[in-house]
């Protein structure tokens, strides 16, 4: 550990300071050349003639709001489709609900979602959204039966979300218990059907562990027990288990290339399906060693 006079000094001061001014220059290059995009591109679009799928949701809309075409256009869809059912709802962001509830004021509307999968917003998303058509709707119905997971996990998951008040934290969004059919009574895997791991604290001074020697603990299992159930005839669906049939699920793209090379060190084949950053690609390099040559 260094001294406190030596923290004090002037030197680690003066770095820091660079060191953030450098990144809050990096930030701002990227924020322009953000702003600068999306300012040119419409005028790019539009001398080319072209549209993109975030073109035609954005134009529906202000056609379904300004004062001049939204009666016309609204009754116009109307007559074309006298019911609408949206499916996967919860992947719908606020341009796209105010586009249906607008189109379909008055007739039936019908969303299909689930709200716990509104929280990926890489994926156009957005949880207030879902949250909204809920509070405005007429009638909720909520399927009372799982007819995909194995009776066994089905109650573990119900033991596991029914216990705190608020699981999801927001509190629109209940946890409801369901059922299983009779012929997904046991699973198909051997052993428990949901095991819930705790980091041990500390042996030497009974606090939890820091949190990059909790990762490696955590790390340190799983691969353990990936290699354990490999290793010790584990079946699924009648057959030999193998690599292919587990996952991890990590947080984060450094995550998941620690896991992967502990996972190949201990001889279990690892690939990571989803990763990195478009700004590292290949594909990136070769695009700014053209603009550089032009």
Do not use: M
């Amino acid at each position: 550990d260094r001294k406190p006079e030596i923290d004090a000094h002037p030197a680690f001061a003066a770095c820091a300071a660079v060191e953030a001014a450098v990144e809050g220059l990096r930030l701002s290059l990227i924020h322009a050349f953000s702003d600068d995009l999306a300012a040119r591109v419409p005028a790019l679009k539009e001398r080319q003639g072209v549209l993109g799928f975030d073109d035609l949701l954005t134009r529906l809309h202000e056609a379904l709001t300004a004062p001049g075409t939204a009666a016309a256009l609204a009754a116009g869809i109307q007559r074309q489709f006298a019911v609408a059912l949206v499916d996967e709802f919860q992947d719908t962001d606020p341009v796209q609900y105010e586009i249906f509830r607008t189109a379909f004021e008055g007739r039936p509307l019908y969303f299909v979602g689930d709200p716990k999968q509104a929280i990926y917003a890489f994926r156009g998303a957005d949880i207030h959204a879902y949250l909204r058509a809920q509070g405005e709707a007429h009638r909720r119905y909520t399927l009372s039966t799982n007819w995909r997971s194995a009776g066994r996990l089905v109650s573990a998951v119900n033991a596991l979300f029914g216990r705190p008040t608020r699981p999801f934290l927001y509190a629109d969004i209940a946890f409801t218990p369901v059922g299983s059919p009779d012929h997904k009574a046991e699973g198909a895997l051997d052993g428990p059907p949901l095991v819930w791991w705790a980091v041990e604290p500390n042996p030497d001074s009974g606090k939890p562990l820091a949190k990059g020697d909790g990762r490696a603990a955590c790390l340190t299992a799983v691969v353990a027990e990936a290699r354990r159930l490999l290793d010790t005839g584990t079946t699924l669906d009648g057959r030999p288990l193998e690599p292919g049939d587990l996952a991890v699920l990590v947080r984060s793209n450094t995550q998941a290339q620690e896991a992967q090379a502990a996972l190949r060190a201990a001889g279990v084949p690892a690939v990571i399906s989803r990763a990195g950053d478009i700004r590292d690609a290949q594909e990136t390099t070769d695009v700014e060693v053209i603009l550089r040559a032009v």
